[in-house]
């Protein structure tokens, strides 16, 4: 399972060049979760509780979930061998996810709201022994360790703490996380401060929204509920998990709650997607909303430096594997991958050969943007499968100046999608960045490659 632990978690974290000109920031950062495996942040804690279900010897795990969740855990527990079962809300099934199709799956549809599929769900793993996911309440610890690690990448890239953190409330696992995080990199005297904490609220009717607002230091109602409108007009509700550390979380980080609504969230993915050809879905527009209200009310100045958490942000990327006729001339390719690879790069000549021969039986992968190229791999078949890997990959890069924005951890699922993970690569033992990327994506140094100097 070590291969899937190093795909899930240390994600982008990008640093934008229109948008935060468009809400007033001079650094904006955006934390690319979409990049998980199955696109959304809760990868990271189903892996440890898929982990901790194995390791107390359960057999099946059952999670309530409205989707995500239920994916992430679903997708985890198929490679650990766990049968998995997830209560959803009736009516809330799409059937066009294969996630649910998946050997080992069954969803159970029950009630009309989260909170009836999350008591049934609970009443289930009761009654048949099954390991209870449904993280942040018997397993609040690994939730909130898990999270904080998302804090200590953000200062690993950074080299300090920001000024802000956005996120959004949903059931308030993420802000206890990222608070426990950052005031154990304080702690540890790391980092000199911890930032303010900014949490996006969808309405202003929840009731650490409300006690905030009052100035209350308490919260009177330990079963707090987050209800809030989705795109669509439908309620969406959350059992906030932990409301009293929450707002403790975001006293003592010095952040607020800041209400947004419907449209301002609705505009914000389209000026996302416009301004950065990134994909935010609801909650990620709705924390880089909360950003813009920030400034517009004076609780965040324009000289700081902000990181909003995108639970499912991605870039507008289109990989696809590109014919020789979609070239005026490999030439035109090759000089691609001397802007791509620079000093890492081949001469010409070699560059040239190993374009022809992966056009003739191996494949050629360009990553595109807004139709423009950034990114590619160029991959050759060898004439053997088993004394070394059928595939390699012989140049794999990106531009630089379209940000870090995971083009080539995407390259690299593509590319092991392609060869069914039978594929090696070389690398220049020099190029540290490429082979921390290679690392993650579950490769290892298997030998170092000599060649004879003539």
């Known amino acids: 399972m070590e291969l899937l632990k190093q795909r899930i978690g240390h994600t982008v974290l990008y640093k934008t060049v229109r948008i935060n000109s468009d809400i007033g920031v001079e650094e904006l950062y955006l934390k690319m979760e979409g990049l998980n495996p199955t696109g959304h942040m809760h990868d990271r804690v189903a892996y440890y509780l898929v982990k901790e279900a194995v390791q107390l010897g359960y057999k099946t795990i059952v999670v309530a979930s409205l989707g995500q969740l239920g994916e992430s855990i679903a997708f985890v527990a198929e490679r650990f061998g766990l049968a998995c079962r997830v209560v959803m809300p009736e009516g809330s099934v799409d059937r066009k996810k294969r996630w649910f199709r998946e050997p080992g799956v069954e969803i159970i549809e029950f009630g009309s709201n989260y909170g009836e599929a999350y008591r049934k769900s609970r009443e289930l793993a009761v009654s048949n022994n099954w390991y209870d996911a449904n993280h942040g309440y018997s397993n609040c610890c690994i939730t909130d360790n898990v999270y904080a690690e998302i804090a200590e990448e953000i200062v690993a890239k950074l080299g300090n703490s920001p000024n802000n953190v956005y996120c959004f409330l949903s059931n308030g696992a993420l802000i206890t996380g990222l608070h426990l995080g950052f005031r154990s990199l304080w702690r540890r005297g790391l980092i000199q401060r911890i930032p303010k904490i900014m949490v996006a609220c969808a309405s202003d009717d929840n009731p650490l929204y409300l006690a905030w607002q009052r100035r209350e230091t308490r919260i009177k109602d330990q079963k707090a509920i987050n209800r809030y409108k ?225």
């Open 230 to 454: 989705g795109m669509s007009k439908n309620t969406i509700e959350y059992n906030i998990i932990d409301p009293q550390n929450v707002l403790n979380a975001v006293y003592d980080s010095g952040g607020a709650f800041i209400t947004v609504a419907t449209s301002e969230i609705r505009d914000m993915i389209t000026l996302t997607r416009s301004r950065e050809d990134l994909k935010v879905a609801f909650r990620g527009a709705a924390s880089l909303a909360a950003c813009a209200a920030a400034r517009r009310h004076g609780i965040a100045e324009a000289g700081e430096n902000s990181v909003v958490i995108l639970e499912e942000g991605k870039n507008e990327l289109n990989i696809r594997q590109l014919a020789e006729e979609d070239l005026e001339n490999i030439e035109q390719l090759a000089d691609y991958v001397d802007r791509y690879l620079g000093k890492y790069g081949d001469d010409r000549q070699s560059v040239l050969e190993a374009i022809r021969v992966a056009f003739a039986g191996g494949f050629v992968l360009g990553a595109y943007i807004s139709g423009e190229m950034k990114g590619l791999a160029v991959v050759i078949k060898l004439p053997v499968s088993v004394v070394m890997p059928q595939y390699h990959l012989v140049y794999i890069g990106a531009d630089i100046k379209a940000g870090s924005r995971g083009i080539g951890t995407r390259l690299m699922d593509a590319i092991r999608r392609y060869t069914d993970g039978n594929f090696s690569l070389h690398v220049d033992v020099e190029n540290k960045k490429a082979i921390r990327l290679y690392e993650k994506m579950g490769l290892k140094k298997a030998y170092y490659r000599m060649i004879a100097i003539k």
